[in-house]
């Protein structure tokens, strides 16, 4: 069974990794509703809403069905970022710049689900071949 908290549960370095991120998430979130001046509504909901999950996770016991929204809503904020950001430059450049954001899109996509993919597998690996624990 998982420890306490998202803190004590991803301990020393992966505390400090975990920090790092949302730190990251907020400063970025920051900047964009700044110079939205307010008017992304959509995206101001998931910032509430993970700044909600974040103040949540810090005394909750962590389990699968609480911690997927810490990555899920951060990833659609900084998707949304993204997007944005991609279609203001598609908007001012020619046909070229529009593929080669394209298809640098899917490779970074691509990564990211290999990445994780194979750090979730370590984690399934580790629950299977001992399952009384939490895959460490």
């Known amino acids: 069974f ?5 803190g004590v549960n991803f301990g020393g ?11 990251y998430v907020i400063r970025v979130s920051y900047v964009y509703i700044k110079v ?6 959509k995206f101001i909901v998931f910032f509430i809403l993970w700044l ?13 069905g ?24 598609t908007r001012k450049s020619d046909f070229q710049l529009k593929e080669g954001l394209k298809s640098k899109s899917k490779i970074i996509v691509i990564a990211g ?16 071949v001992c399952p009384d624990s939490d895959g460490y």
Do not use: T
């Not at 998982?2 to 998202?6: G, N, Q, R, V």
């Not at 929204?69 to 997007?83: E, S």
């Not at 689900?113 to 299977?128: K, M, W």
């Open 52 to 64: 909600g999950y974040l103040v949540q996770s810090l005394v909750s016991i962590n389990n699968i």
């Open 36 to 41: 939205n001046n307010f008017e992304k509504n």
């Open 13 to 23: 370095v992966g505390l400090i990794c975990y920090l790092f991120f949302c730190g």
């Open 66 to 89: 609480l911690a997927v929204w810490g990555w899920v809503l951060p990833g659609c904020m900084l998707g949304i970022i993204r997007m944005d950001k991609e279609n203001q430059e």
């Open 113 to 128: 689900f290999l990445v994780g993919f194979v750090l979730g597998g370590f984690q399934f690996i580790g629950a299977a």
């Open 2 to 6: 998982p420890s306490h908290d998202i």
